[in-house]
């Protein structure tokens, strides 16, 4: 049984950081590229990074400078590390696994950025 499920959200401040977890199990994790989105209500889900099973990692324009992902393969854990948040961040953040077939979903964990 396949199971991914985020953690880390909360409230912060403008200006503020959060670090978000995904934790997968039931995959090989190594080979499955991990990926980051986020969707604020009444707009799409968006990309806002990947972390390529072969070592690569690409942001989002939007977030770039400003967000960094990460992967521990040992841990089968794949890290969101969000600095300099502004209101617009504000959004529930999901993890996804894709594999060939594959493609996994976590539940999503709510961030909100407000003063």
């Known amino acids: 049984q396949v199971q991914v499920v985020e953690s880390g959200g909360g409230l912060v401040q403008p200006g503020g950081s959060l670090r978000l977890s995904c934790a997968a199990s039931?995959?090989?994790?190594?080979?499955?590229?991990m990926g980051w989105y986020r969707q604020a209500p009444g707009k799409q889900r968006e990309l806002v990074a990947v972390?390529?099973?072969?070592?690569?990692?690409n942001h989002a324009a939007s977030v770039k400078g400003r967000f960094s992902a990460s992967r521990d393969n040992a841990k089968s854990t794949v890290y969101l590390q969000m600095n300099s948040l502004k209101p617009e961040d504000t959004a529930t953040y999901y993890c996804?696994?894709?594999?060939?077939?594959?493609?996994?979903w976590g539940q999503g964990t709510q961030v909100t950025v407000s003063s």
């Open positions: 996804n696994a894709k594999f060939a077939s594959g493609n996994y």
């Open positions: 039931g995959i090989r994790f190594s080979l499955y590229d």
């Open positions: 972390m390529f099973s072969g070592g690569n990692t």
